[in-house]
């Protein structure tokens, strides 16, 4: 017997396929249950789709350079706190909870080098739908990922002290005791000095006012950072400003103490350039650290250098979009060239 | 019919906005500018009666019968009326038009303003003859019946510098003075506006003008050359506003603030508008700007200062207001 095959008996085999799928939907009969795991040939598909997903999307939408490894410190304490319960940790289990999701997370001391640096970058930046995987938790910023991508490349060859040395206090697990400043500490140091990084902003002596009011931008969300954004999301306003004002009473940076070398430099911080409608550093950042903002003096001229090009923003969005307030501003009427020796002179390296 | 009448209607009452006093190319406060209103009305009357004797002809070759012109009597009209008629009347104009494009004659010893056009305020100079420059923004102040020589340049884009009531427009060009000479011959508040397009808040570029009594205005440029406020520096808002950083672009005689990226503040309270002539000078207003300006004028050079605490914004704005 053969069955002619007609538009109208096409059209109702669909419509009853479509139908009995609903119906089977409807009644609750598939589990969802993460306790039951997936079938062999489904764990395949879905990883499948995955991976063609991830590499096809990396090879078109991720930085050439994805990786920097400038700043493993600052990545680890967020690997640390925001990372290890799922994938885990050289010499820390994931946490057995984490470990009992469908899927559970990888264990990134082995499956991170299935992984290119763009592949890697392109998974922290946008997660992965259905598996838990969150995607970065801040907007425009692409140098956060990338200290992220040099240090989960390093995750398979890192020893446990190599991993509690860079992740600091934060290693530890603690952080709700002692008013949070421990998980502070892990990257920023005790002494507030930022432990050597380039990345990580010196605390110790700053403006308290500054750094409360930082605390708070982070918090809300309106300074971007994932890194700081969780952090300081945990916090209560009492304990942003009195772990601002701990890091404040710490010597370290302090007015008038940048200043060296580079006449172009000098011009720009104690004079500004008029012609370009710059106004001097010092109008605002002065010497004698008597006015409203924050000591610049003695910050790392690598955090200085990447905040001011930051804050330019990107070249191809038109003036009319471009952010308006004060830095944003300022900074993108410093000549290009001049934002790495303005920040040298007033680190005073 | 009755959408045509309402649409010309719409028309004629966005054409009553040219009615005012304050600025307008008939409401004449100055000898240029008395000289243009006056040809202009020449050119209408004669424009008026050539288009009837044009409309006039028209209606007689209309009606005229068949054959009423020959060949040859045609080609001679149209010689005639249509060729040594309209070299005779332009030539005419032309002749009776020459004087006024002459100059008004200036001395060395006539006041000078200097005026630089900015993205998108005045900065001005006044310039009198054996005494030092004057730095102050804005706001243009003239001598009744005294000859004021504007120097015209500008700082960054094209700008064009036009009093209506006062004179001609003239364009301000950066790396380049252009002269305008100019006389007021009547009192009264004036409006000048940037006429060039010069980006987003072109049209926020203006300034008022106050042509004063020669005494008065002596007077008043002996006032301006002091600081504004004895209590400067003392009070709550000079503190905030030194404390804020505000010096880094504004200057205030007297005071530390001696910034020339911005305009000069030194006696900003005296003066009728705020933003080179966007809003009134009001204690509101200045709070806005200073806390957003960007939002008050699209594309003004000044940031806005989100970090700024309100108590702040509004001891600088009762400083401001209180220089006079």
């Known amino acids: 017997m053969t069955i002619r095959l007609t538009w109208k008996r096409v059209v109702v085999t669909l419509i009853g396929i479509f139908a009995l799928g609903m119906a089977y939907a409807w009644s609750g009969l598939f589990n969802v249950a993460a306790s039951s795991g997936h079938w062999a040939i489904t764990d395949w598909f879905l990883h499948w789709v995955m991976r063609n997903s991830v590499q096809t999307r990396a090879a078109f939408t991720t930085p050439k350079e994805a990786s920097d490894d400038s700043g493993l410190v600052s990545a680890a304490g967020y690997y640390a706190s925001s990372c290890a319960s799922c994938h885990g940790a050289p010499g820390v289990r994931p946490l057995p909870l984490m470990q009992a999701a469908t899927p559970p997370a990888p264990d990134l001391s082995k499956n991170a080098k299935e992984w290119t640096d763009r592949q890697l970058y392109w998974i922290l930046e946008h997660g992965v739908k259905f598996s838990g995987m969150p995607a970065w938790g801040a907007k425009d910023r692409p140098d956060e990922v990338k200290r992220m991508v040099a240090f989960v490349r390093r995750l398979p060859t890192m020893s446990p002290q190599e991993y509690r040395v860079l992740a600091g206090s934060n290693a530890l697990g603690v952080g709700a005791a002692n008013g949070r400043f421990d998980s502070c500490a892990g990257c920023h140091g005790t002494d507030g000095l930022g432990r050597g990084q380039g990345d990580i902003p010196i605390l110790a002596g700053q403006n308290p006012a500054y750094l409360a009011a930082a605390l708070e931008a982070y918090a809300t969300g309106k300074r971007q950072s994932a890194v700081m954004g969780n952090a300081a999301a945990q916090l209560t306003a009492q304990e942003r400003v009195a772990l601002a004002q701990r890091f404040a009473a710490m010597p370290g940076i302090a007015p008038g103490r940048g200043g060296a070398g580079d006449a172009a430099a000098r011009q720009i911080v104690e004079r500004g350039l008029p012609d370009k409608e710059l106004p001097a550093c010092r109008s605002c950042h002065d010497a004698a650290g008597a006015k409203r903002f924050p000591v610049i003096d003695g910050q790392r001229a690598v955090y200085i250098a990447e905040r001011l090009r930051h804050w330019r923003g990107e070249k191809e969005v038109v003036d009319a979009r471009k952010d308006q307030a004060t830095m944003p501003v300022i900074a993108r009427r410093i000549p290009e060239d001049m934002i790495e020796p303005v920040a040298r002179y007033l680190a005073g390296e | ?324």
């Open chain 2, 1 to 324: 019919m009755r959408r045509i009448r309402s649409s010309v209607g719409a028309a004629a009452l966005l054409s009553l906005g040219a009615c005012n006093r304050h600025q307008s190319a008939l409401s004449v406060f100055g000898e240029e500018a008395a000289t243009v209103r006056h040809l202009t009305i020449v050119m209408l009357i004669g424009a008026v009666i050539i288009a009837a004797g044009v409309a006039g002809l028209m209606i007689a070759a209309v009606r005229a019968p068949e054959g009423r012109l020959t060949l040859s009597g045609g080609m001679r009209m149209v010689g005639w009326l249509g060729g040594v008629l309209p070299v005779v009347v332009l030539l005419a104009l032309l002749l009776y038009s020459l004087p006024s494009m002459r100059p008004l004659p200036v001395g060395a010893n006539d006041l000078r303003i200097a005026v630089q056009g900015e993205q998108f305020w005045w900065r001005v100079r006044y310039q009198p003859p054996g005494s030092p420059p004057l730095l102050t923004a804005n706001e243009i102040r003239i001598p009744v019946g005294r000859t004021v020589q504007f120097d015209l340049t500008a700082g960054d884009v094209i700008h064009s510098f036009w009093i209506p009531g006062l004179a001609g427009k003239m364009d301000m060009i950066p790396g380049r003075t252009n002269r305008l000479v100019v006389r007021a011959t009547k009192v009264g508040v004036f409006r000048g506006v940037c006429t060039e397009f010069c980006g987003l808040s072109h049209a926020l570029m203006a300034f008022d003008v106050v042509a004063m009594e020669p005494a008065a205005f002596d007077a008043w440029l002996a006032n301006e050359r002091r600081p504004a406020a004895p209590a400067a520096g003392t009070a709550p808002g000079a503190q905030a506003f030194a404390a804020n950083g505000c010096a880094g672009c504004h200057a205030i005689a007297g005071t530390p603030a001696a910034g020339l990226i911005g305009p000069d503040l030194t006696h900003i309270g005296s003066r009728a508008s705020l933003g080179a002539g966007t809003t009134r000078m009001t204690r509101e207003a200045l709070v806005r700007f200073i806390k957003d300006a960007p939002s008050v004028k699209p594309g003004a050079r000044m940031p806005a200062y989100p970090q700024l605490s309100r108590e702040d914004a509004q001891a600088i704005a009762a400083y401001l207001e209180s220089l006079k």
